[in-house]
């Protein structure tokens, strides 16, 4: 049976498939491709469960007579819009489709309902391939660092044991103000490396330079590559709803992951299978105020982030 597993985005989301690919290709005689865009294929570069990766073309055309070329049995739809209906569509391939649940998460996010079940974003994917005799194996994500690398060269000599703090992320209201991320890391028991991208850079200059040599800024100076191998060096990571810190996650580390104005109940993307973790978020009556995150507070206030408890954080990740 060749199978074609379609996933466009975005980071943390296909991160979440892998388990999907490996489950799969536990079925006899299978061959699993996977779709998804180019800027993503770092994902699965490497994966060993993963007969072939197709990518995304500039026109959509092109990628639906690569589709029908490879003669697939069966199409598994994890991304479910309009470019894939047109996907399956115009091949006319049997298909099975992730049931986004739109309807439910509107509701739930507009009127503070809890309609969806706080069930993990794996598991709801299973779900799509369950008739097929799929079976959850109840193993971390995968992710699979494409070079060797070594800690002695990309931190300084004091950061041989090191906690690891994902600052990065894509809107404002999943990052944490940089004043409680000073207070955070002066109380952490190991020194502390920084991690995220050009766009924090900045962030991680302040908090670096108001604690001093005990954290090091690594944010826009590693390769997501270099990130990924820190974060499986780390001795713990703390991160905001960010996709290098659902990453960490395949290497089985301490997590503790820091929300904001969303809610892993919603999104199904809590720690997944890591044996230990923290999710840590305020209960707030304005909070979720967005699936995905916000440029700015819509109330001004931002106590999603400014009133979470640091000493819940500090003695998970100094025990």
Known sequence: MKILVIRFS???????TTPVVRCLKQLPDVEVHFLTKPAFRYIYDNNPYLDKLLLLKESLSDTITEIKAENYDLIVDLHSNLRTAIIKLRTGIKSTTYNKQRVSKWLS???????VEPVHLVERYLKTIKFLGVVNDNLPIDYYIKKDHSVAKLLPPSH??????VIG?????KRMPNEKVISICRQMRLPVVLLGGN??????DIIAKAVGPYVYNACGITTLDESVYLVSK????VGFDTGLTHIAEAFNKPIASIWGSTVPE???VQPYMVKKSLTAGVTLPCRPCSKFGQAACPLGHFKCMTEIDEREIIN????
């Open 10 to 16: 975005s980071m943390g989301d296909i991160i979440y």
């Open 109 to 115: 996010l507009k009127f503070k309902l809890k309609l």
């Open 160 to 165: 041989k044991k090191f906690m690891a703090f």
């Open 169 to 173: 992320a894509t809107h404002f209201t």
């Open 199 to 204: 766009d924090v850079k900045e962030n991680g």
């Open 234 to 237: 780390a001795e713990a990571v």
């Open 266 to 268: 919603l999104l199904g």
């Open 316 to 319: 998970f990740t100094n025990n």
